[in-house]
């Protein structure tokens, strides 16, 4: 986002300003609650009964995707968040996406939520582009007997987690606080250990006691 844009964007928060700009808003059994947010270039498309879209006080989204199908689903970005070209698909009853306190999601990102599961970040994450996470497969799969094998699950992500470019996180996965996951790596488990860097297909833990800055620092010696 441009660096003066953005600048103009928290003033105006700052002064309590509440200025939604949606490009497309079809809020068919739906509430959308704007708390001294702004909503640039964004469509927010619903449809059901009973679901929520809510907006703690200093929350960016530009050029964003928004669509529920289904009764009773809540989505709910917490302060300061910032999100560029991402998408939040929630098909089905009773499922939740919660994105952080000042957390980044610099799309293009794909959020899917279905069969009443939910996808939590925690605070202070960082989502680089092409990241896609899911809480199920959308389709069956079948055993010999055809019955379904592949349940949907929740997928959690903890505080302080940088998510790399072209990284996919699957159902079921959880991610533990101040951990990396790298570039192009497939997620498709839980994992326990902080401070870790995950990476591969399928991702598994390549590097222990590490942590992350956004910032450009100098290198140690």
Known sequence: ????????????????ARIPFVNSLRL????????????????IDC???NNTIYFED??????C?????????????????????TELWIEDDNNQIV???????????????IEGTSIKFGTDCL???DVVVRTGDSHSVLDGKGNRSNPSMDVVIGNHVWIGNRAILLKGVHIPNDCIIGTASVVTKRFEEEHVCIAGVPAKI?????????KRLPMGE
């Not at 003066?4 to 002064?15: D, E, M, P, V």
């Not at 068919?28 to 469509?43: C, F, M, P, Q």
């Open 65 to 85: 995707r928004i669509n529920i199908r289904g009764d009773n689903n809540e989505i709910y970005f917490h302060k300061g968040i910032c999100a560029e070209f």
């Open 127 to 129: 989502c680089s582009s």
């Open 206 to 214: 390549v590097k222990r006691d590490v942590s992350w800055n956004p």
């Open 28 to 43: 068919r059994g739906a509430k959308l609650s704007v708390n001294r947010s702004i909503v640039l270039h964004t469509h």
């Open 58 to 63: 200093g929350c960016i989204l530009n050029k």
């Open 99 to 113: 994105i952080g306190e000042n957390t980044g999601l610099y799309g293009p990102i794909h959020l899917a939520c």
């Open 47 to 49: 449809k059901g009964k």
């Open 1 to 16: 986002m441009n660096s003066k844009l953005k600048n103009l964007i928290f003033t105006c928060a700052g002064k309590g």
